[in-house]
């Protein structure tokens, strides 16, 4: 039995060291809105098939932002809830064809095209009943990428993965403008 249980805890998962590290935001400073809650929710279910290839990925959009969200808006006020909800995180790539040269030539080579799409929703509510809608906002943004298909599946990963962290740059900046400017609510 013991010699059971040792070998259970010997077997500990030790990531691939030729992988991206998952995108967790824990190391960065979170700014205060002046409200008593703030809520998080992911509301998108990705398809599962392709086009859409988000969810094969390290780092999917959808869970980026989930993380970067929890880390960087945290709640300083007494009263009212905010409500982040993931409504698009979406990686979609449809194979194209880009001209490259070659310093002599120039030739066709067969590519992917990614296209990324986050939607994000801000709402304001009070929390006492009837629980009205105070406000709210949204933050929509696109990314696109081309990698050609003789590309190794890491650098197509990192190249995936820095898309991703630039959309989630975005995405911040994107929330604290709505929450800064159009619902009042956060902190300078």
Same mark, same amino acid.
């Not at 979609?92 to 001209?99: F, G, I, K, P, V």
């Not at 080579?109 to 009837?130: G, M």
């Given at each position: &039995? ?13 990531? !691939? +060291?030729?992988?991206?590290? $998952?995108?967790?935001? %824990?190391?960065?400073?979170? /700014? ?8 998080? $929710? ?12 988000? =969810?094969? &990925?390290? !780092?999917?959009?959808?869970?980026? /932002?989930?993380? &970067? ?8 006020? $007494?009263?009212?809830?905010? =409500?982040?909800?993931?409504?698009? /995180? ?7 064809? %880009?001209?490259?040269? !070659?310093? +002599?030539?120039?030739? %066709?080579?067969?590519?992917? =095209? ?7 929703? /801000? ?14 906002? =949204? ?9 050609? %298909? $003789? ?11 820095? &898309? ?25």
């Amino acid at each position: &039995m013991l010699s059971g249980l040792s070998l259970i805890s010997s077997c500990t998962f030790n990531p !691939n +060291k030729n992988t991206p590290a $998952t995108l967790n935001y %824990d190391d960065i400073e979170p /700014a205060v809105v002046e409200v008593s809650k703030v809520v998080v $929710t992911d509301q998108y279910k990705p398809p599962l098939k392709l086009p859409n290839i988000e =969810h094969k &990925m390290i !780092n999917p959009p959808y869970r980026a /932002a989930f993380n &970067m969200m929890n880390s960087a808006f945290v709640a300083g006020g $007494t009263s009212n809830v905010l =409500h982040l909800n993931i409504i698009e /995180a979406s990686i979609e790539a449809e194979n194209t064809y %880009d001209t490259v040269s !070659n310093f +002599k030539f120039w030739q %066709d080579q067969s590519a992917k =095209h990614y296209s990324a799409e986050l939607l994000v929703e /801000a709402d304001l509510q009070s929390l006492e009943p009837p629980y009205n809608n105070l406000g709210s906002g =949204h933050v929509s943004l696109t990314r696109e990428l081309v990698i050609a %298909d $003789t590309t190794s599946v890491l650098k197509r990963e990192e190249a995936l993965n820095k &898309m991703v962290e630039a959309l989630i740059s975005d995405l911040r900046q994107g929330l604290s403008e709505t929450l800064g400017q159009k619902l009042l609510i956060l902190r300078p």
